[in-house]
Every structure is written in C-alpha cells, then in structure tokens.
C-alpha cells in the first residue's frame, strides 16, 4: 500500500533494539483516511471468505480492527484484552503471549460468548514481529474451534521471524507494508 509506505517514510522513525515508532498515525494519534483505506486494502484480500468476526488484541489493533469492519459492511470487532495474570472464573479463551516490545508475558483472554465454532475470523493487527501476539490469537481461535480466514497486518517486518511461524501453520498472512531491513536508521521496505 503505497500512501502508508509514505506515511511510514514520511513520519515514522526508528527506536532500539529494532522498533519502528508510528505513533504519529497509528499508534497515538490515529490518522482515520488511511486507517479507511487499510480496511478496504484487508477487505479486497480477503473478500472471498465468509469472514463473520474480526479478531485483534487491545490497544494499538482495535482501530485497525474498527476500519476494517466497515469495509466488510460492520460485522463484529472482538478484541483481546491484556492481563498481567490468569483469570480464573468465567468462560474464557486464554492464550499466554511473549511482547516483544515490553519484553514480558501477558495473559491475552476473549469471553467465550463472542468467538464460537460457527464463526470465520480474520485477525488483524498493527505490526507483525515475532509472531507472538498473532499466534496467540490464532490459539484463540483453535480454542473456539472457528475457522481461522488468515491474518491481516498493517506493517510486518520481515527480518524478523512473525510470517514463518504463521505460514507453518499454514496461514494466509496479508501485510500491507513489509519492511526488509533497518540500515543505519533508514527503512527499506520488500
Ligand atoms: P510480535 O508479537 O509479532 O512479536 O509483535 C507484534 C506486537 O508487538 C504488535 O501487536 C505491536 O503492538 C508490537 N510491536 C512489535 N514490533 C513493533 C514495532 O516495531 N513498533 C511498534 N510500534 N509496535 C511493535
């Protein structure tokens, strides 16, 4: 997607180790016209599938997750919510997830009432590293035993390990902008 390569060249700078600050259009402040034009961008990929939910984790993919209904004419966002623990009581998926950015474990969990087996889910997220936040989606959607149409991401970078993990799974991974490396501070996208 060309206007978000420009936006990420235009706006988006590097921060150590490997992370790609956004914060201007995606992660703080929300530039809506591009976040439309992303969902149309997941939409057109995915059009074939008799997608019913889409799935993504707080806080950073609800947005994304948003725009991308309405491409599909409003079906149901679900969002993943963050625990620093387990949770016990009620029915929930859980699913144990490695941040790559924080560099700690959180317990990613959705109420059981809002993904069930009659369900085809496309997940969709800001960013695909290693994979982890994506895997533990996909977990979820195992664990409801729904069907799993593939894997929307706004920028994966691809030197890192996210795609491989998903493909093994055999998984459709649709990302609109991949960057191949970071060189001396300049992003170089595939
Ligand atoms: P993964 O689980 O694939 O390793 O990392 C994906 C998650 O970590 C995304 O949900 C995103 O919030 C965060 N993330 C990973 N890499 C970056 C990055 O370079 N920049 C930003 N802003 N977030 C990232």
Redesign the pocket.
Known sequence: METLKEKILKDGYIIEP?????DQFI?HQIDVELFIEIGQAFKSHFANQPITKILT?EA??IAVASLTSLAFGNIPVVFAKKATSAITAGKMYQASVH???KNQDYQMIVDQRFITKDDCVLIV??????????LGLVSIVEQAGATLAGVGIVIE?GF?T?RELLEEKGIDVHSLAIIESFEEGRIVFK
């Open positions: 490997n992370i790609l600050k956004v992660n984790v950073s993919g941040s790559f950015t997220d800001d960013f695909l590293a290693n994979g982890q936040a994506s970078k890192q996210g």
